[in-house]
């Protein structure tokens, strides 16, 4: 108890030492960390609107004509059985040639030599989000055209790849941009915590001299890294709060884009506290890699 209590002061004595020090640490690491924020913000905002263009993806599961009632209602309860479908209606003959002729009224002229209805029956199906994948809803696709009744299953193969390809893109830029401001977070606090080795220099060697353990004398620093990380990561949550609600405030005041207003979201309560947690780790890895730097000059 003693020496946690020996810890957790020598971590607190560092940073109001070097007062000055650390403010600017927490505010540069704030400044940095909240970079990291806008840009997640933005990446989870997009990914929330591609995710919903997602939503829009339904796919045809055309009958063949002389299929009995029987018959397609077995179809009906083979898609209502499988598991990838989260939602599906029956559109039949004569729906199908209404909506043709409310879509297409200057064509509709084109059916009516035929003597019959042309049109197919049809179920639309929409697959739930971890069946939207382009791999996915070919396989999906695949399997249907095989059940006995079904005619043909169509679908937009190119729009399902084009928005695929969005939303990685939109993840891999999201990680790269990340890696290099987490990285750039770190080295602000690897170079705040080395100022303060190199002032305690002497009284380090002391500790040494006296048969201090690397641990002992290691995990002050690496506390004061872990607050100077969560303190920065909670500071730059504040200001991303604040410039959000700023940008939805003259989003409101802007007539045409007030629209948007409802569709973009801040953080939830748990990615706060994760964004916290992430500033808190950055923070001692930023100490970790201060305290490896200043045991290789001594050594």
């Not at 249907?144 to 993840?171: F, H, M, P, T």
């Not at 048969?211 to 990561?233: H, Q």
Request: hydrophobic share 50%; aromatic share 8%.
């Amino acid at each position: 108890m003693r020496t946690v209590g020996y810890v957790l002061h020598e971590a607190w004595a560092n940073m109001r030492t070097n007062r000055t020090t650390t403010m600017v640490a927490i505010l540069t690491s704030a400044f940095t960390l909240a970079c990291v924020g806008i840009f997640l913000l933005l990446f989870v905002n997009l990914r929330a609107a591609a995710g919903s263009l997602q939503d829009d993806i339904k796919i045809a599961v055309y009958l063949d004509d002389q299929l009995s009632a029987e018959a397609t209602a077995g179809i009906e309860k083979a898609l209502r059985g499988d598991h990838a479908v989260s939602a599906m209606h029956f559109i039949s003959k004569d729906q199908a040639l209404g909506e043709f002729k409310a879509q297409f009224p200057s064509e509709s002229h084109l059916l009516e030599g035929l003597g019959q209805n042309p049109l197919p029956a049809s179920f639309v199906v929409t697959l739930g989000p971890p069946f939207r994948s382009p791999e996915a809803v070919k396989r999906w696709a695949d399997r249907v055209r095989e059940l006995s009744g079904v005619a043909k299953v169509d679908y937009n193969q190119d729009w399902i790849d084009a928005l695929a390809i969005v939303i990685r893109s939109i993840e891999l830029v999201a990680i790269g941009i990340g890696v290099v401001l987490s990285a750039a977070a770190v080295t602000i606090i690897a170079n705040t915590i080395r100022l303060t080795l190199f002032a305690r220099r002497d009284e380090i060697a002391i500790l040494r001299l006296i048969g201090a353990t690397t641990s002992f004398i290691r995990i002050p620093y690496l506390l004061e890294g872990a607050v100077l990380g969560g303190l920065g990561s909670a500071l730059s949550l504040v200001m991303l709060k604040f410039l959000f609600e700023l940008f939805r405030q003259q989003m409101r005041t802007t007539g045409r884009l007030s629209s948007l207003d409802q569709l973009i979201v801040f953080f939830p309560a748990s990615a706060c506290l994760g964004l916290v947690g992430v500033g808190i780790a950055l923070g001692c890895a930023g100490s970790f890699v201060s305290l490896r730097r200043f045991d290789e000059v001594k050594a």
